[in-house]
């Protein structure tokens, strides 16, 4: 088995996720009423790239209860206050795009959360103008 370091930790030890995403499920599990253990908590992390900057992001888009939400921490993730839904209540510089499990890319928002939450595969935070070939509403 593989060492990390000099500390003896295994590698299979080690965990990654973006900081935070264990306290925000105990906090939801409380407000909710169910048990805090990892096990009854799904997972479904994806990669976020977003135009224009060099380094990716992995976001539990599971740990969300809306598109809302996941708007919101996609912001603060790339520091941005420009990231929205294409719903046509806001012109936003930057809209975010899907991939879904049959390789088609698709605006957030589109199809019911729970949908979005199983069907997601990587997200990409592109410039609204680019995206909106891919509105249907378009």
């Not at 994806?46 to 969300?64: C, E, F, I, N, W």
Request: proline share 4%; net charge negative; glycine share 10%.
């Amino acid at each position: 088995m593989a060492r990390y370091g000099g500390d003896g930790v295994d590698l299979t030890e080690l965990t990654l996720g973006p900081p935070g995403v264990n306290a925000r499920k105990a906090r939801r599990a409380r407000k909710n009423g169910q048990p805090s253990s990892s096990s009854a908590m799904m997972q479904a992390f994806v990669k976020v790239s977003m135009d224009g900057t060099p380094y990716l992001r992995k976001v539990d888009v599971a740990a969300y209860d809306d598109y809302g939400e996941l708007v919101e921490a996609l912001n603060e993730l790339f520091c941005c206050c420009s990231i929205g839904l294409m719903d046509g209540y806001g012109e936003w510089e930057h809209a975010v795009v899907y991939e879904d499990g049959d390789g088609d890319w698709m605006l957030v928002g589109d199809v019911p959360w729970e949908m979005f939450v199983s069907s997601c595969k990587r997200m990409r935070v592109m410039r609204s103008c680019e995206a909106r070939g891919l509105n249907s509403n378009a």
